[in-house]
């Protein structure tokens, strides 16, 4: 248990234990009383009832002093407010719920695309609190929504893009569902004087928050997958992205195939944000790699996957202020064991005046 006031049990202790020791040694004024004469007083004293009756206000007198300072203890102590450091998943989770937004700029029938997919559709069945959605290349997929049946049945049949893809005969049925699902990612549009970039995506995935440009009780994340070259004449550029990301306290996550030196400053832009920047080997089907080999790859994506689920977004209040760890008061363990032995007590002295 730790203290927020340390000084208060420190003030308190020692005024305890003046006043216990004032007590004690503070001179009484003897009262000149005429005592009653009483008769063989030896005789009475030496009675088992009396001595037992003597015996009892004796120890009565103790359970007071020793109830008093215990009881005086708790209150110094609650005064100095208890807190608790660490607060539970679950309290930190409704507290600041987590808005996670996937954002796609490779084909949604990849075989990495699937990785992820398939990852976030087993996750959606273990959230409890958190929002999810999905963008692509130029549009709102999966706005961020906590139906999480509803996203568990998109991001499997999103998922199964690939396999659909990779049949050689597919069934009509087959070939309809996947230009439908190609569809709903968007169609490829052509531009006279623009060409999309990766930061204008990044910069479309992270307007998919609510009250973006502000900060938010959520923990906002974007998951990234896809190339990570520089950007030519982007609408957004690396400086505009970046204050996007801060003034919106959005933590950007980058997975890609794209070597480190060859990225330009995304690096950079997610390292500031708080997340990571993972240059991945990718595993591909139609490579010469074993069913072996490319299993080991895509454990090895996942275990990336993992490491930033692992990492949420730091908690940030309105003004900026980074909360390393939530710091509640936490004073009912003290106030319940005073109260307990006031009740004991109470009880107990009952019983002997009986």
Known sequence: MELRWWWVVVVGVTALVVIVAGAFLWPLRQQQRRLRPLAWTGRLTQLPEYARAYRRYRILLAAIAATTVAVSLCAIIATARPVSAQATTAEINRAHPEDIMLCLEDDPASHDASVLLSYFRDQAAKFETQRLGLTSRAIRVIPLTRDYPYLQEQLGRYAGLERLKSEQKPAPENTAALQRAQQEFGRAVSYSDYKLTVNDALALCM????????????????????????????????????????????????????????????????????????????????????????????????????????????????????????????????????????????????????
């Open 207 to 354: 307007k998919g928050f609510p009250g973006v440009g502000k900060t938010s009780d959520a923990r906002r994340s974007v998951i990234y997958l896809g190339p990570a070259g520089g950007s030519t004449a982007p609408i957004y550029s690396d400086t505009a992205l970046s204050a996007l990301a801060k003034s919106s306290g959005i933590q950007l996550n980058v997975l890609t195939r794209t070597t480190l030196d060859a990225s330009g400053a995304l690096s950079g832009i997610a390292d500031a944000s708080g997340g990571r920047f993972v240059s991945y080997v990718a595993a591909d089907p139609k490579s010469g790699n074993s069913a072996t080999q490319r299993e080991a790859m895509d454990a090895a994506l996942r275990s990336h996957l993992d490491d930033i689920r692992s990492h949420p977004p730091k908690l940030t209040r309105s003004d900026g202020t980074i909360l390393v760890q939530q710091v509640r008061d936490r004073p009912n363990t003290v106030l319940i064991v005073g109260l307990a032995m006031v009740v004991v007590f109470s009880i107990s002295l009952a019983g002997v005046r009986r």
